[in-house]
């Protein structure tokens, strides 16, 4: 839906996290509310660090199974990565 957002992100094995849903519809996900408390507790360090260490994270939960199934994890990702964009300088998705 929302081809144009995307953030790049080490450690997930793609290129870029492509944002493929409606920001509003994200933020209802349970996925949501577990990563924006994340983010927001560490958004006082560099957006590239946040980006690196959030990643860094979700990679390992992933490399560990803690998301059951590959679409559990692609849902994760995206709601992570909403919150990253949400994180950096106030981008407003709200349109």
Same mark, same amino acid.
């Given at each position: 839906?929302?081809?144009?957002l &995307? %953030?790049k992100?080490? !450690?997930?094995?793609?290129?870029?996290? *492509? %944002?493929? $849903?409606?920001?509003?519809?994200?933020?209802?996900? %349970? +996925? $949501?509310?577990?990563?924006?408390? %994340?983010? *927001?507790?560490?958004?006082?360090?560099?957006?590239? /660090?946040?980006?690196?260490? #959030? +990643?860094?994270?979700?990679?390992?939960? @992933? @490399?560990?199974? /803690? !998301?059951? #199934?590959? /679409?559990? &994890?692609?849902? *994760?990702? *995206? +709601? =992570?990565?909403?919150?990253? =964009?949400?994180?950096?300088?106030? !981008?407003?998705? @709200? /349109?």
């Open positions: 839906m929302n081809n144009n &995307a %953030i992100m080490p !450690f997930v094995g793609v290129q870029e996290v *492509e %944002i493929h $849903y409606s920001p509003k519809l994200i933020r209802n996900r %349970i +996925s $949501y509310q577990f990563w924006k408390p %994340i983010v *927001e507790n560490m958004s006082w360090m560099p957006f590239h /660090k946040l980006v690196h260490s #959030t +990643s860094l994270m979700w990679s390992q939960m @992933d @490399d560990h199974h /803690k !998301f059951n #199934t590959m /679409k559990q &994890a692609g849902f *994760e990702l *995206e +709601s =992570l990565a909403l919150c990253l =964009l949400e994180a950096k300088k106030n !981008f407003n998705l @709200d /349109k």
